[in-house]
């Protein structure tokens, strides 16, 4: 791989992704588009059309799109007749749906100083993240100049950094390094000595790191106890977790064993803590340790494994939530296909706060390092089925 990957004319750049990587991709796009074909999948991934055919079918299998001739669409699921009113309206409440948080192009001088952001590949969560902060920055003065990194590690960061940092027009940098741990800790070292600001978004620093920058994260501690209270308060006092391995699964995780710990109110009967969506041998055990054990509930990260393990309870004959109650984390994915109840982050504020920890480090170098913590907000769908009332009739 060359230290400056070429991008395609869909901004991806070229390198072999691995399998999960272009699953990844491939539900990513479709959380943005309605239909992606296998001739253009093949072509941005960089990889053979029979290999796309062979990426889809598994999809399909876990349930998480829709097989349509030449190519996929993204699960549509119409909330049945006695859905709640928080279902029926969800896809309302879908992010980035007003067109005026985007900062169009022609209002930003190409002149202006800019902020240099190195971020993961498109997901369903960054491109909002990115739309807000050129609004953001437009307002200070400043435009942004995007680089695309991945959440692996196989993207040369330094390379993408030392060219942020280079450039004239770069007054600081807002990234989102490597959560790899050998590439992560060499990659905060980089940024420290960038010579510029830096804001570090979504991302803690190693431990017993030395380089303390300026940071906006998602409070996954506190949204897990906003998941665990509403469970509670539906009667839910068994309740089990399944986290697919992500950059913020460890903190939810984290989380989610303190809540344990410090409450004699809720049980957990299993944490299954690796499971992927698109591996269905995965997500049935998942589901059979769920209906083996007394849980009534499950907390699950992410959105997509939340869809695959609904889709594989319906195929047992179990609904969610007559059956099984659910709460997922991430929030983005399962207003279109499946309302379900979600903690998620609010890429607006962290956007705002990140490119105003810079703006605010650019006037001032010395100030005092900020970690800045934005509780995700809890959206009620409907898929927490309340026992309460059960009880108070028995």
């Not at 070229?14 to 588009?33: K, S």
Request: glycine letters at 8%; one cysteine or more.
């Amino acid at each position: 791989m060359t230290a400056h990957p070429s991008p395609s004319a869909d901004g991806n750049e070229n390198h072999a992704y691995l399998p999960a990587q272009r699953r990844d991709m491939i539900l990513g796009m479709l959380t943005r588009q309605n239909v992606v074909t296998v001739a253009r999948l093949a072509s941005i991934l960089g990889t053979t059309e029979i290999t796309i055919r062979r990426d889809l079918n598994q999809l399909a299998d876990s349930g998480l799109i829709t097989r349509i001739r030449g190519g996929a669409m993204g699960v549509r699921r119409t909330p049945p007749p006695d859905a709640p009113d928080t279902a029926r309206t969800a896809v309302d409440d879908s992010p980035d749906t007003a067109a005026a948080h985007t900062a169009s192009s022609d209002t930003i001088n190409p002149s202006a100083p800019a902020i240099g952001v190195m971020l993961p590949e498109p997901s369903f969560f960054w491109p909002g993240v990115i739309r807000h902060m050129a609004t953001f920055a437009a307002r200070a003065g400043m435009r942004l100049i995007v680089r695309e990194s991945s959440y692996d590690g196989q993207t040369d960061e330094d390379a993408i950094l030392e060219d942020l940092s280079c450039n004239p027009d770069v007054r600081g940098l807002i990234a989102a390094p490597s959560a790899h741990p050998r590439i992560g800790a060499r990659i905060w070292d980089r940024l420290s000595s960038a010579g510029i600001p830096v804001v570090v978004m979504e991302r803690d620093e190693p431990l017993m790191g030395t380089n303390f920058i300026d940071s906006v994260r998602t409070n996954h501690h506190y949204g897990v106890r906003k998941a665990a209270s509403h469970f509670l308060g539906r009667g839910h006092t068994a309740v089990a977790a399944a986290f697919t391995r992500t950059p913020t699964s460890c903190a939810i995780a984290e989380g989610w064993k303190q809540v344990l710990g410090e409450s004699d109110a809720l049980t957990c009967p299993f944490i299954c803590g690796d499971a992927q969506p698109y591996d269905g041998d995965g997500v049935n055990a998942v589901v059979d340790a769920l209906l083996k054990s007394n849980a009534t509930a499950i907390l699950i990260h992410s959105d997509y494994l939340a869809i695959a393990v609904a889709q594989a309870l319906e195929r047992r004959g179990k609904r969610v939530p007559q059956d099984i109650s659910m709460i997922s984390i991430d929030g983005f994915v399962t207003p279109s296909s499946r309302p379900l109840t979600v903690l998620r982050s609010d890429g607006e504020d962290l956007a705002r706060t990140a490119v105003e920890l810079l703006v605010r480090r650019i006037g001032h170098a010395g100030c005092a390092v900020r970690h800045v913590f934005i509780d995700p907000t809890l959206i009620d769908r409907g898929s927490v089925l309340d026992l309460t009332g059960e009880r108070r009739t028995v």
